[in-house]
């Protein structure tokens, strides 16, 4: 069996995850935010009040990482950190008006940036990539 770099599965996901997210990147060029900046926002979008660890965690980033990416939003004035009113060593995160007005903008040129790349794909065949996708991952835990 020949080896080949191009047939590996890892190889095809990180050469599109590269793809997509130089792409989201030029599409949120004018609005100031980064593809990593967007995770933060989407799980905020859905879910206010998480603590950097809960986020570092939803992201799939360290919390290193993660809190730079905090630090970048909070200059924007996107977020704001309350105290954690239990964990007083702890903070959560909250979306300023700033940041919830982003959504409006956002969301479509996400959801446009899926339905390109998804072009010609049946929409049964998407939804089972994730799922074998997601299969995967769990594979591996």
Same mark, same amino acid.
Request: proline share 4%; aromatic share 8%.
């Given at each position: #069996?020949? *080896?080949?770099?191009?047939?590996?599965?890892?190889?095809?996901?990180?050469?599109?995850?590269?793809?997509? !997210?130089?792409?989201?990147?030029?599409? *949120?060029?004018?609005? %100031?935010?980064?593809?990593?900046?967007? $995770?933060?926002? $989407?799980? +905020?979008? $859905?879910?206010?009040?998480?603590?950097?660890?809960? +986020?570092?965690?939803?992201?799939? !980033?360290? !919390?290193?990482?993660? %809190?730079?990416?905090?630090?970048?939003?909070?200059?924007?004035?996107?977020?704001? @950190? !309350?105290?954690?009113?239990?964990?007083?060593?702890?903070?959560?995160? *909250?979306?300023?008006?700033?940041?919830?007005?982003? @959504?409006?903008?956002?969301?479509?040129?996400? #959801?446009?940036?899926?339905?390109?790349?998804?072009?010609?794909?049946?929409?049964?065949?998407?939804?089972? #990539?994730?799922?074998?996708?997601?299969?995967?991952?769990? %594979?591996?835990?």
């Amino acid at each position: #069996m020949e *080896f080949k770099l191009h047939d590996l599965l890892g190889f095809t996901l990180n050469k599109t995850n590269a793809k997509l !997210k130089n792409e989201l990147l030029q599409r *949120f060029k004018k609005y %100031n935010v980064t593809p990593e900046q967007w $995770s933060v926002l $989407s799980c +905020l979008w $859905s879910q206010e009040g998480v603590t950097p660890k809960e +986020l570092a965690d939803i992201i799939f !980033k360290d !919390k290193p990482t993660t %809190n730079r990416i905090l630090e970048k939003l909070e200059i924007k004035e996107l977020i704001i @950190r !309350k105290p954690h009113p239990v964990d007083k060593r702890a903070y959560q995160i *909250f979306l300023t008006n700033r940041g919830w007005a982003l @959504r409006d903008e956002l969301v479509p040129i996400g #959801m446009q940036l899926i339905k390109e790349a998804t072009r010609g794909i049946e929409k049964h065949k998407v939804i089972e #990539m994730r799922r074998l996708l997601n299969q995967i991952y769990d %594979n591996l835990k």
